[in-house]
């Protein structure tokens, strides 16, 4: 008797453990940011939605989220065996096998595609399209700190993949789209190649000059000087800011196309306006301390966030609350920077 409880008890730790294990493969805790895609893409459609087409784009994006991310691990495994923080990935310290991994990330694509026709309704257009997205998933995923693909190339297939996404789930809701709906997945796309093209890859350039993994800021010129200190080009300080310019163009473009009222114009581009002052602060450090106490992904999310109030009028006055905290971050910062100690 004894011997079964044991048992029972044994199987059901590790049942919880391989659980616990798929959900750090799909990267549980960034699952909300790629689900509110497809929320945000439900509030720009003129058409209103019942409970089951919500239910639909949530379930999607997860899928797409956990697909994205659970191949990014079993393409980069060699990578990331020989890179000490990454030592506690499924992957890595054996919590899930290759196989494992391999079959959860075909398994995403499958409920994707289920999702996408059975509760969504995707036909033709739209399924080519979430076709196109995840393909550029994985043309990003393979090709972005190896092989001879131009890396821009391969940070452009990611952010549009997002983009795509956005287009797959209106087309599959709507016979013809709005030109919003156009302006909103290209300053998207533009949010995303910014973010994870310079500020996600001035955060991991200390690791990926180490282990010799040439991601796009580097293959731009920027290297670590020594163990503290870095240099970043011209060429990629340029590229950043001129994005930036870009996503503000977009931003103004998407804000005539929804004729929001000046009040709520004002919150967007102000919060674009923090989003061009962080990333332009964040080109002129040179020590890698120093950037990571600086909320190196803080100009994307005050950049998402902005993207994200184009349709404020069809949120919940509950949703108000997460600008708000955005826009009292430099206030918020200001008072804890200086019980932080740093030596340079």
């Not at 008797?1 to 044994?10: C, D, I, Q, R, V």
């Not at 494992?100 to 509760?119: D, M, S």
């Not at 995840?134 to 972005?144: A, C, D, F, P, R």
Request: proline share 4%; hydrophobic share 50%.
């Amino acid at each position: 008797m004894k011997e079964n409880l044991m048992l029972g008890f044994s199987k059901r730790r590790n049942l919880q453990r391989k659980l616990n294990a798929y959900l750090n493969l799909s990267r549980l805790g960034m699952m909300p940011l790629t689900i509110s895609v497809s929320i945000i893409t439900l509030c720009l459609l003129p058409e209103s939605h019942g409970l089951e087409i919500w239910l639909g784009a949530i379930a999607l994006g997860m899928w797409v989220h956990a697909f994205g991310f659970a191949l990014n691990d079993c393409v980069d495994y060699p990578i990331d065996k020989t890179v000490p923080y990454r030592q506690k990935s499924p992957l890595v310290s054996g919590a899930l096998n290759m196989q494992e991994a391999i079959g959860f990330t075909i398994l995403q694509a499958l409920l994707a595609y289920v999702t996408y026709i059975g509760l969504l309704g995707g036909r033709g257009m739209g399924i080519a399209l979430l076709s196109l997205s995840m393909l550029s998933s994985i043309v990003y995923n393979i090709w972005s700190k190896r092989g001879v693909m131009l890396r821009f190339i391969a940070e452009f297939c990611l952010a549009l993949s997002l983009g795509l996404l956005v287009l797959a789930i209106a087309f599959a809701l709507s016979i013809s789209l709005s030109p919003l709906v156009y302006a909103f997945a290209g300053t998207l796309s533009l949010v995303l190649l910014q973010l994870n093209s310079v500020p996600s890859g001035l955060k991991d350039l200390k690791t990926d000059y180490e282990f010799g993994a040439k991601s796009f800021v580097i293959a731009t010129g920027a290297k670590m000087l020594d163990d503290r200190a870095y240099h970043l080009p011209k060429r990629l300080k340029i590229y950043a800011l001129s994005l930036q310019v870009l996503i503000i163009g977009g931003l103004i473009l998407c804000i005539y196309l929804m004729n929001l009222e000046w009040y709520y114009a004002s919150m967007i581009l102000l919060l674009s306006i923090y989003a061009s002052v962080h990333i332009y602060h964040l080109l002129q450090i040179k020590f890698f301390q120093k950037l990571l106490l600086f909320s190196p992904l803080l100009s994307g999310y005050f950049n998402y966030i902005a993207v994200s109030l184009i349709v404020i009028k069809s949120m919940p006055y509950v949703f108000y609350l997460v600008p708000l905290y955005f826009l009292t971050y430099p206030l918020r910062q200001s008072i804890s920077l200086p019980k932080k100690q740093v030596k340079w």
